[in-house]
C-alpha cells in the first residue's frame, strides 16, 4: 500500500513539475517587468533631477567670485596689519631708543655746565652726598 503510494505520488510530481516550473518562470518574468519599471522610474527620477543639479552647480559658480574676492581681502588685511604691527614695534624701539639719546645728550650738556648738581631732585642729592 505505501508502495502504491509513493508510485501514484511518483507519477503526479512528474506531471506537476513542468506546470510548477512553468508558473515559477512567469513569476520570474512578472518580478523582472516590475524591476523594470522600478529602474526606469528611477532613471526618470535621475533625469528630473538634472536641470535642479545643474541650477545648484550654476548658484555654486555664481558664489564663489564673491568668495574669492573676500578671501583675497582677508589676506590683504592681514598682512596690512602684519606690517602695521612692524611698523610700530620698530617706532617703539626708534622712540625708545631716540629717548634714551636724548637724555644722555641732555645730561652731558648739564654735567658740563655743572648745572645738574642743582637741577636734581632733593632725593638724589641725599643719596649722593650719604
Known amino acids: 500500500m505505501l508502495d502504491a503510494l509513493l508510485l501514484d505520488l511518483g507519477s503526479v510530481c512528474r506531471q506537476l513539475l513542468p506546470i510548477l516550473g512553468a508558473l515559477a518562470l512567469i513569476y520570474l518574468c512578472v518580478l523582472l517587468k516590475h524591476l523594470w519599471k522600478m529602474i526606469d522610474q528611477a532613471t526618470e527620477l ?7 543639479v545643474k541650477s545648484v552647480n550654476q548658484s555654486l559658480e555664481k558664489v564663489q567670485a564673491p568668495l574669492d574676492t573676500v578671501v583675497k581681502y582677508s589676506h590683504t ?13 620698530k617706532i617703539s624701539e626708534s622712540a625708545g ?30 643719596v649722593s652726598a650719604e
Open 46 to 52: 535621475v533625469k528630473g533631477l538634472d536641470p535642479t
Open 77 to 89: 588685511l592681514d598682512d596690512v596689519h602684519d606690517r602695521t604691527l612692524d611698523s610700530v614695534q
Open 97 to 126: 631708543e631716540s629717548m634714551d639719546r636724548v637724555k644722555d645728550f641732555v645730561s652731558e650738556k648739564l654735567q658740563s655746565l655743572d648745572i645738574y648738581d642743582d637741577v636734581r631732585p632733593a632725593d638724589e642729592a641725599e
